[in-house]
């Protein structure tokens, strides 16, 4: 059975329902350093009892000493900086834990707008950086859901769904059938370019003109 794993980073935690819910159905929790203060002030409300993460990974700049002695034993500490912690995380749990059948990152946003930035955009990286094969990785917010793709790609996303499309790609054209506002003809040289549209139909198809990457963000 494939395995839902939720890596949980130290922005703004999640209070509505739906990532709550993906939290509680995790097969595996992971928090990035001082995450895990917020994961446990929040634990009881989420799942009825007091509950630890499964690891707690990052160089450990955010997590107080006393509860670096405290919950040692789920602690790894990778003291790099090439990567932030999320993506120490994301590596971790893709060379550690078999028959992944997708991540979810929450508490990636919020807090300074550089790092919502930052890590919203690694999700691009990652699909360039590791061997994803058919795992889905995602942010998840109290907004909505943050996913990469790299070619032509079918949504499910129901009717009426706010839909935005990022790319680095400015040569990459994107051929869009169920959205209210056609991007056949989109130049992806600005983020706003493919903003603010939405699915007129349940499933949204978007058809790359060459294998490249692309950020859907649904709200």
Known sequence: MEKSVVIICDGSFPKSEYPQYVIRSADFIVCCDGAL???????????????LPDLVIGDMDTLSPSMQKKY??????????EHND???????????IKEIGSIHIMGATGG???????????????????????????????????FPIN??????????????????????????EGLAYKTDDVIFDN???ATLNRST???VRLEFSHPSIALIMMN
């Open 72 to 81: 040692a034993e789920i602690i790894i500490r990778e003291s790099e900086q």
């Open 201 to 203: 139909q349940d499933r």
């Open 191 to 193: 983020w706003w370019k």
């Open 37 to 51: 203060t917020k994961f446990l002030k929040h634990s009881r409300k989420i799942f009825g009892t007091e509950k």
């Open 151 to 176: 070619d032509t790609t079918e949504i499910d996303c129901g009717e009426g769904r706010e839909i935005s499309i990022f790319s680095p790609d400015n040569t990459l054209r994107i051929r869009s």
């Open 112 to 146: 300074r707008a550089d790092h919502t930035i930052g890590n919203l955009s690694l999700l691009m990286e990652y699909t360039r950086m590791f061997d994803l094969g058919d795992v889905l990785i995602e942010t998840i917010t109290d907004e909505g859901t943050v």
């Open 86 to 96: 999320q993506t120490k995380a994301v590596r971790w749990v893709l060379n550690n």
